[in-house]
């Protein structure tokens, strides 16, 4: 995070340190390369133009004290602005009353289950008895992950599997949560777009009914300039109380950050890396389960065709970029420093490109592509003959080992089932 932020600004202060005086055009200079910078951290244009403004009125109406420069003033000036828009003090959350409760809110995929989870595992460390409450009825398998994920920290998850009323749920966490002295409730809702108004009053009347003393909105780093539009549209309809930063690490600028506080007025309470159960939510939503079993299946049995490639290819990009996917992962962004991913990239775009050149029949049957369906199937896909051929020697070596790999499973399979039988005569 503001990786790239700070080598701008870095190039910035250095020809800010050579001022020998500060008057109004050399410093306009000279915060010009700062305003750039923020703009390019994808910090918002208000908010950039604010703290400019801001920066030049200090400089201009400070005494400059004899045994600093000028140029290392306004840097000092610079600092303090930062540090006041990111925002100077620990905001902790303010929970009163037993039970307490937490709304968690925010855009689909900006990581609330997970969020939910570790700000449970923080409250239990402080001596709370938090209960997650799993509040999310659209989003297929979204309790049962939030189920996993309480299992995996130790902590209660209120699951009430089939209802579709939020409100009903919520109430029905509330009598457990006082029934099992659970003093802290934090609902993990369903993600949604600023836009579904429908789902957003949802939300208010969920508020209105359990009168949280913490809203926090969850946001993607990597939302950048959107993020005041998120922000400003979950503060006006439930008037958040902070918010929650997550995957920092897969966003190097810091933009959202910067411009969280100074739209909302309202501090970022925590800030969070990112993590593989948002990455499994983000599937959850791309890849039908059915069609997964299906493909299992046929990887088992060794009938895994260039069609069924072709298919997983397809599944992937509903993902995003690899890149998107891999800053999904604790360390991703530092992972991804120095690897080619653009390059792989292209060759899956290569690879579905040759496939969708093939005819069915050949996708389903490749021992018939003879020397001249290949050179058609290259040309037709922009390729050449022999970066086809490679791209059909390799997914021949991957059916070869799909098929020992389902023979081996057979065995111990076999085996397992004799080793049982044992066990029970014992």
Do not use: W
């Not at 190097?252 to 948002?278: E, H, N, W």
């Amino acid at each position: 995070m503001f990786d790239s932020l700070s080598g701008k600004l870095q190039n910035a202060f250095r020809n800010l340190r050579g001022l020998g005086k500060i008057s109004e055009s050399n410093a306009s200079e000279a915060l010009r390369e700062v305003r750039l910078a923020l703009l390019e951290a994808d910090v918002n244009f208000k908010v950039a133009r604010d703290f400019i403004e801001r920066v030049k009125v200090k400089a201009l109406g400070q005494e400059v004290v004899q045994s600093i420069q000028p140029g290392q003033q306004i840097i000092k000036i610079i600092h303090d602005e930062l540090v006041e828009l990111l925002g100077s003090a620990n905001a902790g959350l303010q929970l009163s009353g037993n039970p307490s409760c937490v709304l968690m809110v925010g855009l689909h995929g900006s990581g609330k289950t997970t969020s939910s989870g570790k700000l449970g595992r923080l409250l239990h460390k402080q001596g709370r008895t938090p209960l997650l409450v799993a509040a999310d009825v659209y989003r297929p398998a979204a309790m049962e992950q939030l189920e996993t994920l309480g299992k995996q920290l130790d902590l209660p998850v209120y699951v009430h599997q089939g209802e579709t009323d939020v409100l009903k749920i919520a109430r029905e966490a509330l009598a457990f949560a006082k029934a099992n002295n659970r003093n802290t409730l934090i609902f993990d809702t369903a993600g949604r777009l600023q836009i579904d108004e429908p789902l957003v009053q949802e939300l208010v009347r969920l508020r209105d009914l359990i009168k949280p003393q913490e809203t926090l909105l969850v946001l993607d780093a990597a939302t950048g300039q959107e993020a005041v539009n998120v922000a400003m549209h979950f503060d006006q309809a439930l008037n958040i109380t902070g918010s929650i930063l997550t995957k920092l690490d897969g966003d190097a600028r810091g933009g959202a950050a910067l411009s969280l506080r100074s739209v909302t007025g309202k501090p970022i309470k925590f800030a969070g890396m990112g993590d593989v159960v948002s990455l499994v939510e983000k599937a959850a939503e791309a890849v039908d389960l059915d069609d997964a079993k299906r493909m299992e299946e046929k990887m088992r049995k060794g009938q895994f065709s260039l069609e069924d490639f072709l298919e997983q290819l397809r599944q992937m990009k509903k993902l995003g970029s690899l890149e998107s996917i891999v800053g999904m992962l604790p360390g991703g962004a530092e992972a991804l420093k120095g690897a080619d991913l653009g390059k792989q990239e292209k060759e899956f775009s290569h690879m579905e490109a040759m496939i969708c050149g093939m005819t069915g029949q050949e996708r389903r049957n490749p021992h018939i592509l003879n020397a001249r369906r290949r050179l058609r199937i290259a040309k037709g896909s922009g390729v050449s003959v022999t970066e086809l051929n490679t791209m059909l020697n390799k997914f021949a070596g991957m059916q070869q080992m799909m098929k020992k790999m389902g023979k081996f499973q057979k065995m111990m399979a076999r085996m397992g089932g004799g080793a049982a039988g044992l066990t029970r005569r014992r």
